[in-house]
């Protein structure tokens, strides 16, 4: 059956379309990098944070940079794919909102700032702090925040709408730590196999669970349980993937290092940082984002990690809370920062965003630690 001539759809009809947006929101973050519009509910797409090289020819990741030269270029070509190749906008006078994480370094910001405005020419930039603008997503304006990406796991307590920052804690358990593990793992089982991080990564999010808190205490006595069954990973070569591979692969998310820290530690000695009027309201307001959050098992076995905690000595007498609470997020963990951020944006755009020309002008961006910045002189100069 032929089709009707006026029936033909094009495929520029949507790139058009997306052109008529204007508020561009970006959530770059160590692994994967989320991009979308304001006002939506989802973000368009998500891409790896990293760019092939024009001059290498390799695919280099964009915060693995070796100086400030170095992170302009990646910045460069990486923001060009998303803009031309995924985005499908001119990046020229667009405004744009930015999630950055607590611990980006300040050469970071400055030199995307940098690239965006000189380079790509865009008309204003608002930078938002991920854990605060996510709490958005709640309707509710306290939250314990903890997110668990790629390099880092990092805990923002906010009460009331302000991030409480003297109880923040960080530890580098998340993925990166987990993909190492099981990397040398495979590669002493299969040395004839490329086994690189994306195969890795694939092999994790389809076989691996976090185990229960009762399995995991007998893991290592002289009389393990009997472990989950193996699974055939199918590829150029099939690669078995042992049960104990399969339970064991998070458990050092919840082992305590030398400081006898953990990702549920964290979560206690933040509540104890903060004020004991707050403490409460904060353990039954857990929100948990980042993609490392979505694995079964995680919140479960979090739950009874800190009711454990709770009975030990280390935190009887300083705690007298009975039962911990964890949000359901409206969307996917991994983007629920990014959907903090769009809506963020559409709300409170006017008032914190930074022109073009007051940028092109004094040729740097407002930092929150510097003094400078909380001067009436310099912040008049940010506003619309």
């Not at 989320?34 to 020819?57: L, N, Q």
């Not at 880092?152 to 530890?171: E, F, H, M, N």
């Not at 193996?230 to 692969?249: A, D, F, H, L, Q």
């Not at 709300?347 to 929150?368: G, H, M, Q, T, V």
Request: hydrophobic share 40%.
């Amino acid at each position: 059956m032929s089709k009707t001539p006026g029936k033909v759809s094009r495929p520029y009809e949507g790139i058009r379309y997306s052109a008529d947006k204007q508020i561009v929101v970006l959530d770059i973050g160590a692994a994967y990098t989320k991009f979308g519009y304001a006002g939506e509910a989802t973000p368009r797409g998500i891409i790896r944070t990293e760019i092939k090289c024009p001059t290498s020819k390799l695919v280099r990741k964009i915060y693995r940079y070796n100086d400030v030269d170095d992170l302009y270029q990646l910045l460069v070509e990486f923001l060009h794919a998303l803009f031309f190749r995924h985005v499908v906008i001119t990046p020229k006078d667009v405004r744009m909102v930015i999630l950055e994480s607590l611990l980006t370094p300040t050469k970071f910001r400055e030199t995307l700032a940098k690239v965006l405005f000189r380079h790509f020419e865009i008309g204003s930039l608002m930078l938002l702090p991920s854990h605060l603008v996510t709490i958005s997503t709640l309707g509710y304006d306290t939250a314990l925040v903890l997110d668990v990406g790629y390099q880092d796991a990092t805990l923002i307590p906010i009460y009331r709408g302000v991030a409480i920052l003297k109880a923040w804690q960080s530890l580098p358990l998340a993925a990166e730590a987990i993909h190492e593990s099981l990397m040398k793992k495979f590669q002493t089982d299969y040395p004839t196999i490329d086994i690189n991080e994306k195969l890795i990564e694939d092999i994790k999010v389809r076989t691996c669970f976090v185990t229960s808190l009762e399995r995991s205490k007998k893991l290592s006595t002289n009389e393990p349980p009997i472990p989950p069954p193996s699974v055939k990973y199918p590829g150029v070569k099939t690669i078995n993937i042992p049960g104990e591979y399969r339970e064991e692969s998070f458990e050092l998310l919840w082992q305590r290092d030398n400081d006898n820290l953990s990702i549920p530690t964290m979560i206690l000695d933040a509540i104890i940082k903060c004020p004991i009027d707050t403490r409460q309201q904060l353990a039954e307001n857990i929100l948990l984002i980042g993609g490392t959050t979505m694995t079964k098992g995680f919140k479960s076995r979090l739950n009874n990690e800190l009711i454990e905690l709770l009975k030990s000595s280390l935190y009887n007498d300083k705690l007298k809370i009975k039962k911990f609470k964890f949000h359901n997020t409206p969307c996917k963990a991994n983007y629920t920062a990014w959907l903090g951020g769009a809506i963020f944006g559409v709300a409170d755009l006017p008032s914190r965003c930074i022109l073009k020309e007051n940028y092109l002008k004094i040729n740097r961006i407002p930092d929150w630690a510097n003094l400078l910045d909380n001067q009436k002189e310099i912040g008049s100069n940010y506003s619309i």
